[in-house]
Every structure is written in structure tokens, then in C-alpha cells.
């Protein structure tokens, strides 16, 4: 049976992703915005990427910083980072995009970046009209709860499309395989350079080395 819809990560599958340094400059611009002018390294450095709840509290609370506050502060200097390196033309469209337009289904983006960088990304691309639903984070510590592996925004997206378990979802990394898994839904891991050395302990439906590989799969409707 033909899938009903092909739902993508966005970093690292669609956009390329920006650098670690870019994202931990963001995050130190969010302390020193917050009156800590000099953080220590390695608590900027957990605060740039993989979030968690608890690592947040734990940071903030040697700083006296309130977490809420904190993380507010420290997505607003993502998203603007962010939108300089697409401005900047040291983030784009990977050059296998196209294939997306030549798949014959709805397509959505369900991300872990925020709602309004992917929004922007796809505005600036003139992309957005491709994809339906389109979901990332808000600036909240609830998001972090709900962030893949956590199946949340997948069933979102689900429920939008009306759709069930025959939906396939691409991304790159672990945790999107896991949400994949734990919606219910096939999973394509594409292995982009970024991504050459990374181990999965989790097996994908499919592994790809692109999107253009999409277009062969089983499942996948194309435009004739």
C-alpha cells in the first residue's frame, strides 16, 4: 500500500544544519542577556544542544537564572543566529531538495528546531507551501518534554493529516527513528556527511543516503 503522507526532520534532512559554534554563541548571548557575562564552558555547552528539563534547572540554578526565563531567552538568540547563517548563505537546501517536490503525497516537517527558524527557513526558501502540517518547538520547557523521541508533534501531524499508521517519517538521527518507532510509523534514516560516522542502536525502516533515494522506495507515490 502507497503511503499517505511523508513527514521530514528539518535540520540535517531539508535545511543544512548550522555549526555547534553558531548555537553556542547563541547560548551565551542568552546568559550574558540574563546578567551572567561569563559562563562556564561546559554549562554553555549543555545548554546549546540536547536539552533537557532537568539540565536546564540544574544549569540555571548555579546561576540563579529562571529556567522559563532562560530558555525563552536562549531560543530567541537561536532563532536569530539561525536566520543569519540562512541569510548569510552558510545554510540552504541540500542539493537532493527537489526529490520532496516530486513526491505524489502530503508532506509535513515535524522538528525539534523552533517553530518560527523552520517557518522562516521555508519562507526564505520559498518552500513553505510544500509542506502541510508544518510543527517545532515553542520557547517553553514543555516543549523539551515533547521533543522527539517523544511521539507528540508526529501524532499531531497524524491527526492534522487524518492519517494513520501508514505514514513514513525521514530524519536523521536516533531520536528520529525512535519517534518514528514510537508513533507507529516506518522510519528513513538518511546518512548525510554529517552523519558518516553515527551509530544507530536503533534500526530504520529504510537508511538512505539521500533523498533522491526516497523516489525508489516501495510506498512512495511520485509524480508521473
Known sequence: ?????????NDGVLVEPVGKPVLRRATWEAFDALGVPDPDDDDVE???????????SSVCARYGLDPSRFWCARDHYSSHAQRAELRAGRATLYDDFDAVRAIDAPRGIVSSNQQT???FMHDFFATRDLFDPMYGRSPTIRSLIRKKPDPYY?????S????????LFVGDSESDV?????????SAFVRRPHREAY?????????????TDLLALDGVPTRT
Not at 492534522?160 to 505514514?167: E, F, K, R, W
Open 46 to 56: 549543555r545548554l546549546s544542544i540536547g536539552v533537557t528539563p532537568d539540565r536546564l
Open 154 to 158: 508526529l501524532r499531531r501531524a497524524l
Open 117 to 119: 527558524t523552520v517557518e
Open 1 to 9: 500500500m502507497p503511503y499517505e503522507a511523508v513527514l521530514f526532520d
Open 160 to 167: 492534522d493529516l487524518d492519517a494513520d499508521a501508514d505514514v
Open 178 to 186: 525512535l519517534a518514528a518507532r514510537n508513533a507507529g510509523l516506518d
Open 199 to 211: 551509530d544507530l542502536s536503533v534500526s530504520p525502516t529504510f537508511e538512505l543516503d539521500g533523498l
